[in-house]
C-alpha cells in the first residue's frame, strides 16, 4: 500500500503531462498484449508446419502439402497457399508467394508505427513537464516563496523528464522485440518459400 501512495505521490508532483503519458503508457502496454497474442497465434506449430510442408514437397505430394496449409490456419499456411494455388507454373508461384506475403506482413506491422511514434513523443512531453517545472520555479522566486516551494517545482521537472525516459525505454523494448520477430518470421518464410519453388522446378 506504501508503494502504491508513493506512485501516487510522484505521479502527482509530475505535473499535467503525467496524464498523456499514463495514456501512452496504457497505449503501449495494450498494443503489447494485442500484439503477443497475434504473433503466438500465427506462429503456432510453425516448426511442424515447415517440416510437413518441406516432406510434402520433396515427396511431390502438391496436394498434400495445401492439406497441410488448410490444417494449420496461420499467416505463413495462408502465404504458402496461396502459392499453392498456381503451383502449375513455377513464376506464377512466386507471385502468389510474394503477394500474400505482402499482405500478411501488413497484418504483422500494424501498431508497430504507433510504439514508434510513443518512443518519439514520451521524451519530449518529459522535456516539457522539466519547462513547465522550471518556470513554476523561476515563477515562485519573483514571488519570494520558500524553499519547499522553489523545490516543488524542481522535483516536478525532474519527476516528468524521468517518467518520460521511462515510458520511452518500455516502448522502445516493446518495439524492438516484435519488430525482430518480423524479420524472424518473414525470412524463416522466404526460406520455406524458396524450397518449394525449388522442388517444382526440379519435377
Given at each position: ?6 506512485c ?82 513455377v513464376?506464377?508461384?512466386?507471385d ?29 512531453l ?15 522566486l ?62
Open positions: 500500500m506504501d508503494g502504491l501512495q508513493y501516487l505521490h510522484l505521479f502527482k508532483s509530475g505535473g499535467v503531462v503525467m496524464y498523456p503519458m499514463l495514456l501512452l503508457s496504457i497505449f503501449t502496454v495494450a498494443i503489447a498484449i494485442e500484439r503477443c497474442f497475434y504473433y503466438r497465434g500465427n506462429r503456432k506449430d510453425s516448426k511442424k508446419f515447415f517440416v510437413g510442408i518441406e516432406h510434402a514437397v520433396k515427396e511431390g505430394q502438391w496436394e498434400m502439402a495445401s492439406q497441410f496449409c488448410e490444417k494449420f490456419p496461420t499467416a505463413i499456411s495462408r502465404i504458402i497457399a496461396n502459392g499453392l494455388q498456381h503451383n502449375e507454373n513464376d506464377d508461384m512466386k502468389g508467394f510474394a503477394e500474400q506475403l505482402t499482405v500478411e506482413a501488413v497484418g504483422f506491422r500494424r501498431y508497430l508505427d504507433y510504439l514508434s511514434a510513443i518512443v518519439t513523443i514520451s521524451p519530449l518529459g522535456l516539457l513537464g522539466t519547462v513547465t517545472g522550471m518556470i513554476g520555479t523561476f515563477s515562485v519573483d514571488n519570494g516563496a520558500g524553499a519547499s516551494a522553489i523545490t516543488g517545482g524542481v522535483g516536478e521537472a525532474l519527476i516528468a523528464t524521468a517518467s518520460g525516459l521511462c515510458v520511452a525505454i518500455v516502448s522502445f523494448c516493446v518495439y524492438t522485440y516484435f519488430d525482430h520477430q518480423l524479420d524472424t518470421i518473414i525470412t524463416d518464410t522466404e526460406k520455406l518459400c524458396a524450397i518449394v519453388l525449388n522442388e517444382r522446378k526440379e519435377k
